[in-house]
């Protein structure tokens, strides 16, 4: 815990160092003289992109052209089973709403001093 506060007081002063430099370069810029205008240098222009010759598609079959699939074979039907019955459930015991009181017995008496 020592070793995160120290850490944490470091990255705090080297923070604020930064930011005390940070507005000393920036008065400084401020108080600069214009920059003068550079030239600007003319570019030429860029070559055209040649155009490339188109790939022939080839035409697929339509839709209604295609042979019918075959139909599925009936599935075989599976023999029943006997149901299994299952016994009655056991009844849950009842609790008892009024819970018996504890009798408490009373403490000894101190002997009182004279």
Same mark, same amino acid.
């Given at each position: 815990?020592?070793?995160?506060?120290?850490?944490?007081?470091? @990255?705090?002063?080297?923070?604020? @160092?930064?930011?005390?430099?940070?507005?000393?370069?920036?008065?400084?810029?401020?108080?600069?003289?214009?920059?003068?205008?550079?030239?600007?240098?003319?570019?030429?222009?860029? $070559?055209?992109?040649?155009?490339?010759?188109?790939?022939?598609?080839?035409?697929?079959?339509?839709?209604?052209?295609?042979?019918?699939?075959?139909?599925? $074979?009936?599935? $075989?039907?599976?023999?029943?089973?006997?149901?299994?019955?299952?016994?009655?459930?056991?009844?849950?015991?009842?609790?008892?709403?009024?819970?018996?009181?504890?009798?408490? @017995?009373?403490?000894?008496?101190?002997?009182?001093? $004279?």
């Amino acid at each position: 815990m020592g070793y995160f506060n120290c850490i944490a007081l470091a @990255f705090l002063m080297a923070l604020s @160092f930064s930011s005390i430099n940070v507005g000393q370069s920036a008065r400084h810029l401020q108080q600069l003289p214009p920059m003068p205008t550079l030239p600007t240098a003319t570019l030429p222009p860029l $070559p055209s992109i040649p155009n490339l010759p188109q790939p022939t598609i080839p035409t697929m079959p339509r839709p209604g052209a295609l042979a019918p699939l075959p139909t599925m $074979p009936a599935l $075989p039907t599976l023999p029943s089973v006997p149901r299994a019955t299952l016994p009655p459930l056991p009844s849950m015991p009842t609790v008892p709403a009024i819970i018996p009181s504890i009798p408490f @017995f009373s403490p000894p008496l101190s002997p009182s001093t $004279p």
